[in-house]
C-alpha cells in the first residue's frame, strides 16, 4: 500500500519565521512529489513540485527532496498571516496517479 | 495553469437519491481524474476517467456507485449514485498539466451533504 505520512498539526509560526512541513513516503518508486496549499473551504492549489534530490527555491519557498530517506519537506520563509492554510504532500508514482497525506495545518501568529 | 469549472458547486440531496457532478476544463487535457475529499481528511483518488474508454477506479470504489463519463477531452460527469449520509464529502476533478512537470489542478469542488 502506497502511504504519504504528514504530521497533521496544527503547526503555530510567529510572523516572519521559518514554517517547517515534513513528509515521508513508503513508495521508493515514486518519481515526483508536490506541495498544494488549501485554504479552508477551497481547493488545493498547487505551490512547489521537485523530482531531484537536493532544494529547489521559489521565492519564499523551498522543496527539500532526500529519495534515500523518502523524505520531502517544504519550508516557508517570512511567514505571512495568508500562508495559513492546509498544507497537502503528493506523491507521484510515475503511473499519473497522486497519493495525497493528509495535510498539515499551519497557522502563522501576527 | 487550467482552468476548471465544476457543477453544481454545492448541493443538498435525499438519502437514495443520485446527483451527477458537471466537470468543464477550458482545453483539452489527457488525464481527468476524481477525488473525494470527506470531512476533515486529506483527498482520496476514486477514479481515472478516460476519454473513449471506461474509467480505472480505485480499490473501494465501484462503477455501480460512482458511474463515470469521458465523452471529450475537455468534459467528464462524475454520479454519485443512491446516495447515503456518508457520501457527505466534497468531490473534486483534476487534470493533468505537463509544463516542465507532470501535475495535477484540481476545480473548486462541490460540496455534497446528503441528508
Known amino acids: 500500500q502506497k502511504e504519504v505520512e504528514q504530521n497533521s498539526g496544527p503547526l503555530s509560526v510567529p510572523e516572519g519565521a521559518i514554517a517547517s512541513l515534513n513528509c515521508t513516503y513508503s513508495?521508493?518508486?515514486?518519481?515526483?512529489f508536490f506541495w498544494y496549499r488549501q485554504y479552508s473551504g477551497k481547493s488545493p492549489e498547487l505551490i512547489m513540485f521537485?523530482?531531484?534530490?537536493g532544494d529547489k527555491e521559489d521565492g519564499r519557498f523551498t522543496a527539500q527532496l532526500n529519495k534515500a530517506s523518502q523524505y520531502v519537506s517544504l519550508l516557508i520563509r517570512d511567514s505571512q498571516p495568508s500562508d495559513s492554510a492546509t498544507y497537502l504532500c503528493?506523491?507521484?508514482?510515475?503511473?499519473?496517479?497522486?497519493?495525497f497525506g493528509t495535510g498539515t495545518s499551519l497557522t502563522v501568529i501576527p | 495553469s487550467a482552468v476548471i469549472s465544476q457543477k453544481p458547486s454545492r448541493d443538498i440531496c435525499q438519502r437514495g437519491t443520485s446527483l451527477t457532478i458537471q466537470c468543464q476544463v477550458d482545453s483539452q487535457v489527457t488525464m481527468m481524474f476524481w477525488y473525494r475529499q470527506q470531512p476533515g481528511q486529506s483527498l482520496t483518488l476514486i477514479a481515472t476517467a478516460n476519454q473513449g474508454s471506461e474509467a480505472t477506479y480505485e480499490s473501494g470504489f465501484v462503477i455501480d456507485k460512482f458511474p463515470i463519463s469521458r465523452p471529450n477531452l475537455t468534459f467528464s460527469t462524475l454520479t454519485v449514485s443512491n446516495m447515503s449520509p456518508e457520501d457527505s464529502s466534497i468531490y473534486l476533478c483534476?487534470?493533468?498539466?505537463?509544463?516542465?512537470?507532470?501535475?495535477?489542478?484540481f476545480g473548486p469542488g462541490t460540496r455534497l451533504l446528503v441528508l
Open positions: 503528493a506523491v507521484d508514482n510515475g503511473g499519473n496517479q497522486f497519493y
Open positions: 521537485i523530482y531531484s534530490n
Open positions: 483534476s487534470v493533468d498539466r505537463t509544463s516542465d512537470q507532470e501535475t495535477q489542478y
Open positions: 513508495d521508493r518508486g515514486s518519481q515526483s
